[in-house]
């Protein structure tokens, strides 16, 4: 059927006959009465977005409005008839697809929301109902048989008859492709080459004629006859359907009557209740749709504002606003106005900036890196510009320049240099003997004197230790930024993770709250229809929101919109307002946490990263350390090529040692770092100022030895002191007092811990010598090993040499002694007496100041003590072979005759009595005890040999009565000789045992 606009009867319910329900289209409308409307094309099966035009979903026929015009819808196609269209040689496959997607045909149609799922349950009562008559009626069916299938016999032999007469007609006029056009068919059906045409018709063709006209026309009734047959066959069932069309027009005509009835009832209600509610939702939508519009409008005339309020930005240095800005329009620009023409190159032009901002942020950083570093120390500012410094390293943090602290580096690097040659330059410009024009700075180092230098090095310690502190400073702002952004990112993940838990315990709390009421389904429309109207979203989003329950689209939206129109206000009023602009960057950026969380999540570097600019920042801190330690080692290391710091006296080289040490505690105490290089240089110079120290003392004590009378010499009052300052046997040079010493005259002992010391005035010296040795110690704990062993080495250096000198009788040649005395030798015992004394003092002091793996080393000691007493022993053992050799000499001349005492008797008792007088006053009682003792044994050796060569027998005679003499006057010589009375001389010794 044809789609031609009267093809379809439109039905008129005003004026005219009602009883004729005949409906025709009117042809001709007054002008006032017409109604035109905008054709509209046919809305979309799956529209992505609604269009600007509010009343696009309203587009489709309305039975109550539209039922008096005709519209498109009005128009009718018979589908079988058109998918079965003769004229095509093959039906369409895509008839439906060509023009309603290709998805049409396989899209899986959802089941409805409204409609129950009906199952053969819902029929069960029907057919309960309906089983007993649907029995009745199978039982009827088989009583009465149907009476067409009685005709059908007679039906048969009719038809068969009827075959029999249709068979004589020919075939030719049976065919589809009869046509009498075709010159070959109609020469078949009438042959007029039978029929002579020359001369006209004579009687035989005139029969044939007619003959053949008759057989045509017997053919044609045969036709007629059969078709009537057919029709008789049939008449019953024409004029049933003939009853059934008219009683079908009746029900029709009813049935127009109540659906025109209805319309006008529907229209009536449309009119009155449903066009001004829809009406009204409609403006909503268009408001709503307004709005949008508007906002987006706004939405881009603030994006079009970004290049100026960006350059703005950056004109006042303010990085990670423009970076938030330039994030937020691109993210704007990938969501919100993605497509729009006049924005085409706006992305690839923010990135540029973008990369221009990234190269700025790295020169204002080395900018900011080289004021801060080379500033003046006269400052008491610690941090430069806090504020611009956070918001560098947000910034270079934010666009994931993580190596801004080897920039940092660089220039700390040059800073510590520039300190250097700063200080220098200071201090050369106050001295006028060096010329600075001429030198060059480690010259001019060297051209120093000592005390300049010394004043130059603490200048430049003090000078780094401000520079450490500033450092500390700056990077504990640069760590605190790099911390508040970890804890940042922690936090908002933690926030993620808690949202999405509290969303599907939402989801669930909210399919109970729908089982158990009912009414919440029309509440939550309500809500959806308030939200949609006051947010201004589109229909198609309002519907994605409520099914989804998720607001974050909508949300993200209005929170880009509102910083781009705050960037954009802010660019209107920025040329007048830079100060306030540079204010609410530094607000915004100490209120990093509250604002920054989720906005940079995704272009912040990861936890891992941030961690490990956090521990470089520890490590450049260390670096710091290092650095400043490396520059003052050159400093040390120029002024010690020419040798000047191994000249140093004690007390100046102590004070260097001090300086450094406290600058390095101060570094580690301020860095946490312990830095080795300054302490090893210094170790290397205290080696070689040791090495010094120790040679010049050694060749001192030589010197001395070797000028050494071995004479008693007097103690000043000053050595006095020395030795008392260590009675309670902690060792400290004491200095030296200008007064009040000399009035004090000198002794003629050395009193320690009681006892009297007779010492030489090298002695003397060799004691304030290893007291200085053990105060480098105090003063410089990190040459402990090396000067134990120089003053072991010192040490074994006395005992050596005093030894050559008096027992060797070396002193003889150097220093004109006529003979080496038993004076000489007891003196020299009671000097290494003294030094043993103070072996175990000077082991205990350096044991305190070596580490417990070190007390190895504590071995010199035991050595030097076994060293020393084999040397006592060996004096004494020469005192002893003194006067044996005078026994030896004296005694082999002795006889035993009258007078009485005899005279070798009272040689012997001579050189005894010389002898207790030259070492009774220097060695002490016991001492000299032991040392008569063996005297005496000695001289009871010869005495016996000389009496058995003698013949002398302990007989009782008159020899051995002489003999008795003689050792009785011995004997009371001996033990009248001071601290000698209770010696024990044990004289029977001198006769041989009788066997």
């Not at 001709?28 to 600007?52: F, I, M, N, Q, W």
């Not at 199978?138 to 075959?163: F, G, M, S, W, Y």
């Not at 449903?274 to 709503?288: N, V």
């Not at 410089?780 to 050559?804: E, G, M, V």
Request: with cysteine; charged share 25%.
């Amino acid at each position: 059927m044809s789609s031609r606009q009267g093809s379809s009867p439109v039905p008129q319910s005003s004026g005219g006959d009602t009883s004729d329900k005949l409906f025709r289209k009117p042809r001709d409308l007054p002008a006032s009465s017409r109604h035109y409307r905008t054709p509209h094309s046919l809305p979309d099966v799956c529209p992505k977005e609604p269009t600007g035009d509010g009343r696009a979903l309203c587009d489709g026929p309305s039975v109550v409005a539209d039922q008096h015009r005709w519209t498109v819808y009005n128009s009718k196609v018979n589908l079988p008839a058109a998918l079965n269209d003769p004229r095509l040689a093959k039906r369409e496959s895509d008839f439906f697809t060509k023009t309603w997607g290709v998805d049409f045909a396989d899209t899986e149609v959802m089941p409805s929301f409204y409609l129950p799922n009906i199952s053969r349950e819902d029929f069960s009562s029907y057919l309960q109902d309906t089983a007993q008559r649907e029995k009745i009626h199978e039982r009827c069916k088989n009583i009465c048989p149907n009476k067409d299938d009685q005709l059908v016999p007679t039906i048969t032999n009719n038809h068969d008859k009827a075959r029999a007469e249709l068979d004589q007609v020919p075939k030719i006029f049976m065919r589809p492709e009869f046509q009498l056009n075709d010159p070959a068919t109609f020469n078949a059906v009438l042959p007029w080459s039978h029929f002579s045409v020359a001369g006209g018709m004579n009687n035989r063709d005139v029969a044939s004629s007619r003959l053949l006209q008759e057989k045509l026309s017997h053919y044609l009734d045969v036709v007629e006859v059969n078709i009537a047959r057919q029709i008789s066959l049939r008449s019953e069932a024409f004029f049933h359907a003939m009853s059934s069309q008219h009683e079908l027009q009746d029900q029709m005509r009813e049935t127009a009557d109540a659906v025109a009835k209805l319309r006008a009832c529907t229209a009536a209600i449309d009119r009155v209740m449903c066009r001004g509610p829809i009406r009204a939702l409609r403006d909503a939508l268009t408001r709503d749709n307004c709005i949008k519009l508007h906002n987006k409008l706004k939405l881009m005339a603030a994006v079009h504002q970004t290049q100026p309020t960006v350059q703005l930005l950056l004109s006042t240095s303010e990085f990670v606003g423009a970076l938030e800005l330039i994030a937020t329009t691109k993210e704007v620009l990938q969501q919100e106005l993605q497509g729009i023409h006049s924005f085409r190159h706006l992305g690839s032009q923010l990135c540029e900036m973008e990369r221009l901002i990234d190269k700025m942020m790295e020169a204002d950083f080395s900018t900011y890196a080289q004021s801060d570093l080379n500033r003046p120390f006269e400052e008491d500012i610690q941090v430069l510009e806090k504020d611009r410094l956070q918001s560098l390293v947000f910034g270079l943090l934010r666009q994931r320049k993580l190596d801004f602290l080897d920039i940092y580096s660089d220039e700390m690097i040059r800073a510590a240099k520039n300190i250097v040659r700063q200080c220098v330059l200071n201090s050369v410009s106050q001295n006028s003997d060096i010329d600075p024009n001429t030198i060059k700075l480690h010259e001019q180092m060297r051209s120093m004197t000592l005390q300049l230098w010394f004043d130059l090095l603490k200048d430049i310690f003090e000078h780094f230790i401000l520079f450490l502190k500033r450092i500390k400073a700056t990077l504990s702002i640069i760590r605190n930024v790099v911390l508040e952004v970890l804890d940042s990112s922690q936090r908002s993940r933690l926030a993620d993770v808690a949202s999405a838990v509290n969303h599907s315990d939402g989801r669930a709390n909210e399919d109970d709250e729908e089982e158990e009421s009912g009414g919440s389904a029309l509440h939550s429309g309500e809500t959806a229809l308030a939200y949609l109207t006051h947010e201004g979203l589109f229909i198609s989003d309002a519907l994605n929101e409520v099914e989804q329950c998720n607001s974050t689209a909508a949300h993200a939206h209005l929170k880009a919109q509102t910083r781009l129109e705050a960037c954009g206000s802010d660019s209107a009023s920025a040329t007048t307002e830079s100060s306030s602009s540079r204010e609410h960057n530094t607000n915004t950026t100490s209120s990093l946490p509250i604002w920054g969380a989720a906005a940079i999540e995704d272009v912040m570097p990861s936890d891992l990263e941030l961690g490990r600019v956090a521990n470089n920042i520890q490590e450049l801190l260390y670096t710091a350390s290092d650095v400043s330690h490396d520059r003052c080692v050159k400093v040390l290391m120029t002024r010690a090529k020419d040798g000047s710091l191994e000249r140093l006296s004690s007390s100046e080289f102590v004070c260097l040692s001090q300086t450094v040490e406290t600058f390095a505690r101060d570094t580690e105490e301020l860095c946490g770092r312990r830095s080795v290089s300054l302490r090893g240089a210094l170790q290397s110079q205290a080696n070689r100022f040791v090495q010094r120290f120790h040679e010049e003392r050694k060749n001192k004590l030589s010197l001395l030895l070797d000028n050494e009378r071995w004479k008693q010499a007097e103690v000043p009052a000053e050595f006095q002191d020395l030795v008392d300052s260590m009675a309670d046997g902690r060792i400290n040079l004491p200095e030296r007092k200008s007064t009040g010493s000399e009035d004090r005259k000198p002794s003629d002992f050395l009193c320690v811990d009681g006892q009297k010391y007779a010492v030489v005035g090298t002695v003397l010296l060799l004691i304030r010598m290893f007291l200085e040795y053990c105060q480098c110690v105090n003063n410089i704990p990190s040459i402990a090993t090396d000067i134990l062993t120089r003053l072991a080495d010192l040490l074994k250096h006395f005992n050596s040499r005093s030894c050559q000198l008096v027992l060797g009788a070396g002193a003889l040649q150097l220093v004109g002694l006529k003979t080496i005395t038993t004076r000489n030798l007891a003196l020299v015992s009671r000097c290494l007496q003294l030094v043993i004394h103070y072996i175990p003092v000077i082991r205990a002091h350096f044991e305190t100041r070596l580490q417990p793996k070190q007390y190895s080393i504590l071995r010199h000691f035991d050595h030097m003590t076994k060293d020393y007493n084999d040397h006592i022993s060996e004096i004494s053992a020469k005192l002893v072979a003194i006067m044996d050799s005078m026994f030896e000499k004296v005694l082999s001349k002795y006889e035993v005759k009258a007078p009485m005492p005899s005279a070798c008797l009272r040689n012997v008792c001579k050189q005894m009595a010389k002898m207790h007088e030259a070492i009774n006053e220097l060695l002490p009682e016991k001492q000299t005890q032991m040392l008569f003792l063996q005297i005496n044994a000695s001289f009871k050796l010869h005495v016996k040999r000389q009496l058995a060569r003698l013949g002398v027998i302990n007989d009782g005679g008159p020899q051995y009565g002489l003999v008795m003499v003689d050792v009785a006057f011995y004997s009371e010589n001996v033990q009248a000789l001071r601290s000698l009375e209770r010696l024990d001389l044990n004289m029977p010794e001198i006769w041989e045992q009788k066997r």
